[in-house]
């Protein structure tokens, strides 16, 4: 960050930067969680979930970007070691052990909650105090939000969809 951008920030610089690293390290496990699920989804709704998925696979991917490059305009450093991710972020990676759409939709859209909470906190932290991180973390919180009434939405359709299909015909 430059000298007059650090002279006008008024945040906690060191703070900052440790909250984009939790959040840096959830975009990657969220990323993961994605990906993976779209590769191994088995079930209702199979074809609809896989495609989102791998949507919100690149929107995870490139939103870690940007907190990487924000991370670094600020004179931090991204945390650089992968296993470091799991141990400092708080939106946490739940291994998909059962492949059904159902449960991974909603192990995902718990991560979506917590992502949302996390970007309306940094924004709350940001606002009126570090113009760039602020837009930065209100430009990913639209996509978080987005994300979580996308997997909302399917967890309906899958219910409905259940009470149809269970439902006896005369």
């Known amino acids: 960050m430059g000298d ?4 006008i920030a008024k945040v906690d610089l060191g703070e ?10 959830e975009e990657w496990l969220a990323y993961y969680q994605y990906w993976i699920g779209a590769r191994i989804a088995q079930g209702q709704m199979r074809k609809g979930v896989v495609e989102e998925f791998k949507e919100h696979a690149h929107d995870e991917r490139e939103q870690a970007e940007m907190l990487a490059d924000r991370i670094i305009e ?10 470091d991710w799991s141990k400092i972020a708080k939106c946490k990676y739940d291994a998909p052990i059962k ?12 991560s979506e909650r917590c992502a949302v909470g996390r970007y309306q906190g940094i ?5 009126g105090k570090d113009y760039k991180t602020f837009h ?9 939000i987005e994300h979580e009434q996308e997997m ?8 409905v969809a259940k009470a149809y299909y269970d439902t006896p015909s005369a």
């Open 99 to 110: 492949p059904d759409t159902k449960t991974l939709v909603e192990q995902v859209l718990q």
């Open 16 to 25: 900052l930067i440790r909250v984009l690293n939790e959040a840096f390290s």
């Open 74 to 83: 600020l004179g931090g450093t991204p945390v650089i070691n992968p296993d």
């Open 152 to 159: 909302e939405d399917f967890l309906k359709d899958m219910t």
């Open 123 to 127: 924004c709350d932290m940001c606002f």
């Open 4 to 7: 007059m951008a650090q002279k």
């Open 136 to 144: 930065i973390a209100e430009k990913i919180l639209r996509k978080e």
